[in-house]
């Protein structure tokens, strides 16, 4: 199979009204011609086909029958992608099949509005294909849609006499699909068998709806193609190993029966046709997976994968891949395939010009192909190397021993412990009591963080976008002043129009947190007394929340990080204050455990001493032991450790200053 023709060309057909269908000439092959002057009927009732009668045009129901007959003819308004690839596999029109394979979500539904609020009935009307009336511009849809509408009519006499109205109507291959009000369409069934334009009707109802999508609008000799198709593939499917065999498929007797490699373009049309149906076998993705894990496209003559791209696509996941015994020779014949088969772990590629012209192409396949082991019947790497090399690749965190949290009389742990309670439950309380009107907040969105491969689908951001404050998005100053908000009243507001959220418990489920707490010197004085400034602290939280969005009614999981500088609050007010507080979320992704390892949280204390013993040898000279023991004496608070270490230092002997070991 060498498919190389040039991709066809969507063919495109005539879109007449029904209203211009009425104004065209007399077809020369006997359709309906319609005339002025009287209506001539035959001895049977049914329209004389020498003289035809012109449709109302006045109302809305006529304007909708307009509109609908225009769209009837659309090419566009075909079934699903399968039933229209199998419809010209099976009539030679290779024209309009490239550009539906090429992209199968153009077949869409023709969608028209109800012109008024009666729920519709639907039929399907078979007989206008075969009827002379076909030669007609519009294939003869508006004459048929006047024929029904005429003859249904004709049935009701007395006070339920009325005009018959079809409000909504569609052609689907060699169907057409109307619409009318239930007792309209009780009606119009009345006309089954009627013969029109020398061809028999049959009128159902049509449990298809308007036909727009389903096997029912396919033809007999579609349906009769589809399924010999399907009886090949089903001879060519190896069950027991997963396998799909479509090698050698131009010596396929059954193929060649059906005409199917007569020119290298009904070729490639035959094999994307195969593909859309296979596609078609399974309700999911997981389902194909399961079934078929390696495919055959073996003696097929491909020269390029453009022929067979689709293979990609419609099995993306696939494992093993048999290309050899074709014309592939050279890696730009293969590079349509590049970035997909993310899972191909097998490839033959034996018996292909490529393996002489170009001998080092394994290391490039290799590089395309992320998870290929071997090639033909070599392995070239291990699934282990393969594993290890991705995590090589991945950003590495840098290493924690748990959280270092040097509090200052209890501030920042009774500081966390309100704040997020309330932040769930009571945001303008929080702001009133904690944030004054020189505190700040910003709020920053991290749409490219890393992410657990294992994790949810991240929620939406569109109700942080406005105020988020990323500095790496935004560089103009004036948004970057605007998105810095000041003002406890100010913030207040903004946090109202944020999801509501709900943190875990800080004392049942510390696991959910990283948390670090500092001294920081030098904050401005809130009642100007202290130039050189006042200490306070800084703590940063990086956690987790759930989030409900009352807008979108989406919840979810997010993570976080929160930057807090707390300082002393001014007179009157609280005892501190939130001079600062920078938000950043980013997609949920599990925090590491800093307590993994051990039986339970509490012994991180042990942990969290130790790296404070170091960092108070570090920044003063002593031993780790006289560091300890300075550190005990302040029950483990680092700021005041520091100033008895000041204090007591010129009486510290001198084995306390003994060089810290290597």
Known sequence: MAPRGPRGQTATTGRETRSAASSSKASSRGGIQKRRGQVRVDNDGDLDMDSATPRRTSGRADSSKGRAGAKASNPRGASRTAQTILKHLSNGDSSRLASRVTNPNAARAVKSRVQNSTPLTFLRVHGLKESKAASNPDGGLSDLLAFLERKSSSFLTGRSKRQIRIKKSHRVGDYVFVGASHDDAEEIKKVNTFTFAGSQLEIVESEDGMGHEGKATESKDTQELRAKLQAILSQRYIGANKLLKLDALANDAELISLGMFETPERALKTFKGLMVICDNLFKTAKEKQDAI?????????????????????????????????????????MDRWKGKFRELETLYMTGNPIETTDPAYHATLLEWFPKLQSINGNVLRTAEQIA?????????????????FRDVNGIGENFLLEFFSAFDNDRPGLASRLYDEDSQFSLAVDAQSVR???????????????????????????????????????????????????????????????????????????????????????????????????????NGL?????????????????PF????????????SALPNVFAGQANPAPAVSDQHQAMILELSKQTGMTPQYSEMCLAQVEWDFGRALVIFNEKKPELPPEAFAALPQ
């Open 293 to 333: 894990e390696s495919i055959s496209l073996a003696t097929n003559s491909i020269d390029n994968v453009i022929q067979v791209e689709s293979v990609a696509t419609t099995f993306p996941q696939l494992k093993n891949l048999d290309m050899s015994g074709n014309q592939i020779a050279t890696l730009q014949s």
């Open 388 to 404: 290890e090399k991705a995590a090589a690749s991945l950003p590495k965190p840098i290493p924690q021993r748990g959280p270092d």
């Open 452 to 554: 657990d491969p294992d994790a949810p689908p991240p929620l939406p951001w569109h109700s942080y976008m406005k105020v988020s404050r990323n500095l790496l998005k935004i560089s103009n100053q004036n948004p970057r002043v605007q998105r810095l908000f000041k003002g406890s009243n100010v913030i207040a507001s903004l946090w109202e129009n944020l999801p509501l959220t709900r943190h875990p418990s800080i004392k049942e489920d510390m696991s959910k947190y990283i948390m670090d707490c500092h001294p920081l010197p030098g904050l401005v004085d809130p009642n100007g007394q202290v130039q050189i400034g006042v200490d306070g602290l800084i703590i940063s939280v990086h956690g987790q929340f759930e989030e409900y969005d009352p807008k979108t009614q989406t």
């Open 558 to 574: 997010r993570s976080f990080s929160r930057t807090f500088i707390l300082g002393p609050g001014k007179p009157g007010n609280n």
């Open 577 to 588: 204050r939130v001079v600062s507080d920078m938000m950043s979320l980013r997609a949920y």
